[in-house]
């Protein structure tokens, strides 16, 4: 069984680290981006789609809260 491995990127991060950090992403085929606070699944399919194409990767239509009412992350894989 194959196992991908994850990797977290803050959304801000593709701002300082540039294509850097996009060819890294789109290397490991896929990421936790980090989202700021998503409020439920409706807010997610708004939100999402917006943070994983912002540093070059597309929304599996998996998401995660792991700080209540502030941060929570996407799950990204590449194009």
Not at 6 to 27: D, E, R, T
Not at 40 to 51: D, F, G, I, L, S
Not at 57 to 69: A, E, K, M, S
Request: with cysteine.
């Amino acid at each position: 069984m194959s196992m991908k491995k994850k990797i977290l990127l803050p959304l801000g991060a593709m701002i300082v680290g540039g294509s850097a950090i996009l060819g890294f992403a789109n290397q490991a085929l896929a990421g936790w981006v980090i989202a700021g606070p998503i409020w439920n699944n409706e807010h997610a399919k708004e939100r999402c789609p917006q943070v994983c194409s912002s540093v070059g990767l597309r929304w599996t239509g998996h998401w995660y809260t792991h700080d209540p009412g502030k941060n929570s992350v996407c799950d990204c894989v590449g194009q």
